[in-house]
């Protein structure tokens, strides 16, 4: 059975980091494809980034230049590194990895104050 675990959100103010977890276990490996969506209040879930097998990384415009997606396999965890946190990141992180469909976390609170 596929667990998929994010840690690390918080409250952050403005212009702060944070350092997001997603932790893999069972018959799926950070290999695959993987990646972070986010819900804010009253909005529907939007793509933040994505790091696929080959490792190359992609990010939404809202985000890019800000974040970045890593990972280590020998922990089975991926990372998203966020910086120069803005009110509008706000939101429920969502993790995600894909083995034909996707398996997802629980969510983890991420709030900004300005």
């Known amino acids: 059975q596929v667990q998929v675990v994010e840690s690390g959100g918080g409250l952050v103010q403005a212009g702060g980091s944070l350092r997001l977890s997603c932790a893999v276990s069972g018959s799926i490996f950070t290999t695959n494809p993987m990646g972070w969506y986010r819900q804010a209040p009253e909005k529907t879930r939007e793509w933040v980034a994505s790091?696929?097998?080959?490792?190359?990384?992609d990010f939404a415009d809202s985000v890019k230049g800000r974040f970045t997606i890593s990972r280590d396999n020998a922990k089975s965890t991926v990372y998203l590194q966020m910086n120069s946190l803005k009110p509008e990141d706000t939101a429920v992180y969502y993790c995600?990895?894909?083995?034909?469909?996707?398996?997802w976390g629980q969510g983890t609170q991420v709030t900004v104050s300005s």
């Open positions: 790091i696929s097998s080959d490792d190359s990384t």
């Open positions: 995600y990895v894909r083995r034909g469909i996707r398996y």
